[in-house]
Nanobody
Framework: VQLQASGGGLVQAGDSLRLSCAASGRTLSSYVIGWFRQAPGKEREFVAAIRWSDGETYYTDSVKGRFTISRDNADNTVYLQMNSLKPEATAVYYC????????????WGQGTQVTVSS
């Protein structure tokens, strides 16, 4: 699976941004696609994920109610809609794919920078 993340940018606190993760190379019906982020000097952390087969979603507590992950079956694209952004959301955001049954995200995109100014 090849993943291409895009949509990052510089926004102000309270603004919204939508990230895209375009997937290719495999049928995604047996994958979970996730978003992770890594802030400067910090470890990479899980943000959200979606199971392609049924659309079930997962979120880390800090983004619940503000971020929404979704998928477009026609375009093989996963979106992360981020609302009410806070400066602490500043990070490089990566999308990744986990094959069913592996419990590991083995496929990673190149990352897209999100910067939220206060």
């Amino acid at each position: 699976v090849q993943l291409q993340a895009s949509g990052g940018g510089l926004v102000q606190a309270g603004d919204s941004l939508r990230l895209s993760c375009a997937a290719s190379g495999r049928t995604l019906s047996s994958y979970v696609i996730g978003w992770f982020r890594q802030a400067p000097g910090k470890e990479r952390e899980f943000v959200a994920a979606i199971r392609w087969s049924d659309g079930e979603t997962y979120y880390t507590d800090s983004v619940k109610g503000r971020f929404t992950i979704s998928r477009d079956n026609a375009d093989n694209t996963v979106y992360l809609q981020m609302n009410s952004l806070k400066p602490e959301a500043t990070a490089v955001y990566y999308c990744a794919a986990q094959a069913s049954g592996t419990h590991r995200f083995d496929y990673w995109g190149q990352g897209t920078q999100v910067t939220v100014s206060s």
